[in-house]
């Protein structure tokens, strides 16, 4: 519980500070307005102008939405690719510890060894066992209990990577929402001007159209990669866990 609120705190304090910074390089890029004559020959900060055209000229959209979209995509994908690494849901020195303890037959040790660990092949003897004290189940139960178990324990991981789906098939149609509000603008300015609008007065509706598409697929490109990538090698690891869990029960069959 305490992890997870720290993590939740680091959050919502980075989301602020990125927000701030947002604004704070808004507020600067308007103060030091290029003019024309400047930018046409070329007189001026390239960096300057990459924030000002992917950043500030995106409008709120992108500062207050699809930034933080963006950070926290990245947090997911971080946090993640932790949670769901071979050395925390599968490591291989836990699994040949639990097969040697199987092969001498003794369910109360492997009850035990289980109980110590919290990765897939682990939790999902351990949850077994325990289950089996509630009710008269067989071998064939037995495997049951764990396949299930292991079946549950897979779903609850997968629902937190189903976050970066989330954040992946959102992020698109913020930006699609940007585009459109964009597009408008520069309509609202055409008829203003009576049909001859200038070029620099339909360059903020475009922009904010464009960065903001930028974003959104800025955003999901990446989210929806990692999503799959974690999701196949999750339910490699399952499939993984519940072959290298028979193997461990056909050990002990011979007490049911």
Aim: hydrophobic share 45%; aromatic share 10%.
């Amino acid at each position: 519980m305490n992890k997870n609120w720290t993590r939740l705190w680091l959050l919502v304090i980075s989301l602020f500070v990125l927000i701030g910074l947002s604004a704070q390089l808004h507020a600067q890029g308007e103060e030091s307005s290029l003019d024309e004559s400047a930018v046409l020959e070329g007189d001026y900060d390239e960096g300057v102008s990459f924030l000002r055209q992917f950043v500030i000229e995106g409008g709120p959209i992108v500062w207050f939405v699809l930034m933080p979209l963006s950070f926290y995509s990245c947090y997911q994908a971080i946090d993640l690719s932790i949670k769901t690494s071979r050395e925390i849901l599968l490591p291989e020195e836990n699994t040949k510890q639990l097969k040697k303890i199987a092969e001498k037959g003794d369910k109360e040790v492997i009850k035990a060894a289980a109980a110590k660990q919290d990765d897939l092949l682990s939790y999902s003897l351990s949850r077994a066992f325990n289950l089996v004290k509630t009710k008269e189940v067989g071998y064939m139960g037995l495997q049951q209990m764990v396949s299930d178990v292991l079946q549950e324990r897979t779903l609850e991981i997968l629902r937190k990577v189903e976050r970066l789906n989330l954040t992946g098939n959102i992020s698109p149609m913020v930006g699609l929402f940007g585009t459109v509000f964009g597009m408008i603008k520069s309509f609202n300015t055409i008829v203003e001007a009576g049909g001859q609008p200038d070029a620099s007065q339909l360059a903020g509706g475009i922009s904010i159209a464009l960065v903001t598409t930028f974003w959104g697929l800025f955003v999901a490109i990446p989210s929806l990669f990692i999503y799959g990538y974690l999701r196949n090698k999750l339910e490699a690891m399952a499939s993984e866990a519940a072959v290298e869990a028979e193997t461990v029960l056909d050990k002990i069959e011979g007490i049911y």
